[in-house]
Each structure stands twice: as structure tokens, then as C-alpha cells.
């Protein structure tokens, strides 16, 4: 098995070197270049959480494939949920569905943080396409390893594009209140240099 370790590892230290050269230059300040880093690290965790470990070795790809032990693909809305419920396996399906969500939440969290005029709908049409992509990198290596180590499972797709929608209503809701808050603190100091003139 490919663990996920070393692409992980190359894949920070990538994004590591290119925000340095980055953050020399003065091109991003040092707290954007932490979110980029947690970002980053949150990216890997995903790349390793969704296509890792990988099957390499030829005798454990043969022996999977004699015995048909591949995952199906699913392209049914609801389809594997409900077959999950009905089995008697609630906490199978608490875990796929939480775990779904809130592995897309952060998503629309960092990207809102990174880039806050985008628009709220791109930011989850972002999601949706991520995810889109991770599912049929699964299907693709699939076809290549000659059978299903992970299965395309359209539910997974809307409940990771339902993470996103959180993560931006959660920080949308943060900003806000920073920006308010802010506001705020504005009016006041105002109000103060106004009743200083008149003393004055």
C-alpha cells in the first residue's frame, strides 16, 4: 500500500517553499501566508483522507480482483444512505454522513478568509467541483488498478457540497460581526475626535 505520507509531506513542503518565496517578496502579508500554510495542511488532510492508502502491489491487486472485493459505484441520490439505514447500521451512517459534511466545512471556511469578495455561491460551486474531482480521481484509478479500491458515491458529492454551504455560513456569520464590530469602534472614535474639537 502507497501510504499518504510522503505525497502529503511534498505536497506542504511545495506549497511551504512557494508562500516563502511568496511572503520575501512582499507579495502576501504573514498572516496570510498562516492561513495559506493551515490551508495547505488542511489539503493534504483531505488528499490523504480520500485517496489514500493506494494499492501498489500486483499480487493484492490480483487478489482483490479474483475475489470481487471492489467497491461499487453509486450514482443513485440517496441511494447507499438509505441502504445503510435500512440494514440496521445508524452509526455507519451518522459517521458517513458527519464525516462528509464536516470534511468540506473548513473548505468554505478558508476559502471566504483567503479571497473575501468572492461570492458566496462560487465559493460552494468550488466545493462541489472539489468534490466532484475527488470522486472521479477514485473512479479513474480504479479503472487503472482494474478494479474499484473506492467507489464514486454521488452522495458523498451533495454532502461535501452541504459542508461547504456551512463553512460559509459560519464565517459569513464571523465576518460580519468582525466588520460590525469594527464599524463600531469607528463611530466611536469619531464621536470622541468631534467632542475633542469642541472642547477644543
Not at 466532484?132 to 461535501?160: C, H, K, M, P
Request: aromatic residues 12%; contains cysteine.
Amino acid at each position: 500500500m502507497l501510504t499518504f505520507e510522503l505525497p502529503c509531506f511534498l505536497m506542504i513542503t511545495i506549497c511551504l517553499l512557494i508562500l516563502s518565496y511568496r511572503v520575501r517578496h512582499g507579495k502576501i502579508s504573514g498572516r496570510r501566508f498562516s492561513y495559506w500554510m493551515i490551508f495547505s495542511v488542511y489539503l493534504a488532510g483531505v488528499v490523504s483522507l480520500t485517496l489514500f492508502p493506494l494499492p501498489v502491489q500486483r499480487s493484492l491487486i490480483d487478489d482483490v480482483i479474483r475475489e470481487q472485493h471492489g467497491e461499487q459505484h453509486n450514482f443513485l441520490p440517496f441511494k447507499l444512505l438509505l441502504d445503510t439505514v435500512n440494514s440496521g447500521q445508524g452509526e455507519a451512517f451518522l459517521i458517513q454522513v458527519m464525516g462528509n459534511v464536516l470534511l468540506f466545512v473548513p473548505l468554505g471556511i478558508f476559502l471566504l478568509v483567503l479571497y473575501p469578495m468572492m461570492k458566496r455561491r462560487n465559493v460552494i460551486m468550488l466545493g462541489f467541483l472539489m468534490s466532484i474531482g475527488i470522486e472521479s480521481t477514485q473512479a479513474i484509478i480504479g479503472l487503472f488498478l482494474g478494479y474499484n479500491y473506492r467507489s464514486f458515491d454521488v452522495d458523498d458529492v451533495w454532502l461535501n457540497t452541504l459542508g461547504t454551504a456551512f463553512g460559509v455560513l459560519i464565517i459569513s456569520g464571523i465576518l460580519k460581526r468582525i466588520r460590525s464590530a469594527n464599524q463600531k469602534n469607528r463611530n466611536t472614535d469619531d464621536s470622541r475626535k468631534v467632542i475633542d474639537n469642541s472642547s477644543s
